[in-house]
């Protein structure tokens, strides 16, 4: 899996948009960007992944630069929940291991 | 959409005992599911992978004698913390693979032993 980049933590004011950066500067053709978030004593949850191409679900956006070299999650608006520990992950869509590395613990603050 | 169901959520077991986690996938069928291991303030650690019918697949530096995964069914996978110490405290979370693109995680099991 192509090694992934993220700061270890990043505050946002509640309400506003929290924008969490990703660096896969090794990224290879058929990988994708996955993004997955862990609350605090939780399983990790889902959140949105992309191969070039801009994503949009009702949860986030993803922006992947042009060159797929890195990557920007974007929560619109955030709240006191989205206070998590978000995982940025490469891999090839069939292949079937997940490797989780450091991510970014994001603080939403009133 | 399609969920885990992980069991116990926690457990505390005496030194030397012997835990076993369970993983069910609730309305899909599993053939292959994956043990995670966590320890405070870190990310979770690929442990092994487990596939339906036959041997689970061990990452590096994992003990497959003191780690035993079972997956007999379609549904149920188990990891079974044999002879546990105190270090094998952890949180230990299950997933599986659904469709193409998606993983599902169970909600975790917090091991302590005393």
């Known amino acids: 899996d192509a090694k992934t980049t993220q700061p270890p933590s990043m505050d946002c004011a509640e309400g506003r948009a929290a924008n969490l950066p990703c660096n896969h500067s090794t990224i290879s053709g058929n990988e994708y960007v996955y993004w997955y978030r862990q609350i605090h004593s939780q399983g990790p949850q889902y959140i949105i992944h992309g191969l070039k191409n801009n994503e949009t679900n009702e949860m986030a956006s993803l922006i992947i630069t042009e060159d797929r070299k890195s990557s920007t999650l974007i929560l619109p608006h955030a709240t006191l929940r989205d206070t998590a520990v978000y995982y940025c992950?490469?891999?090839?869509?069939?292949?079937?291991?997940?490797?989780f590395g450091s991510g970014t613990k994001l603080n939403v603050k009133p | 959409g399609a969920v885990v169901s992980q069991h116990p959520s926690w457990v505390i077991c005496k030194s030397g005992t012997s835990v076993k986690i369970e993983c069910r996938s609730l309305d899909f069928q599993a053939t292959t599911m994956f043990w995670y291991r966590q320890f405070p303030k870190q990310s979770l650690m690929l442990m092994a992978t487990?596939?339906?019918?036959?041997?689970?697949?061990?990452e590096q530096g994992v003990e497959k004698d003191k780690f035993l995964i079972n997956h007999a069914s379609l549904t149920l996978s188990t990891l079974t913390v044999t002879s546990a110490h105190p270090e094998d405290s952890s949180f230990y979370i299950c997933s599986a693979r659904v469709g193409q693109f998606g993983y599902t995680f169970g909600s975790g099991t917090r091991l302590t032993v005393v």
């Open positions: 992950i490469v891999r090839p869509h069939n292949f079937n291991k997940f490797y």
């Open positions: 487990s596939n339906e019918g036959s041997k689970a697949t061990y």
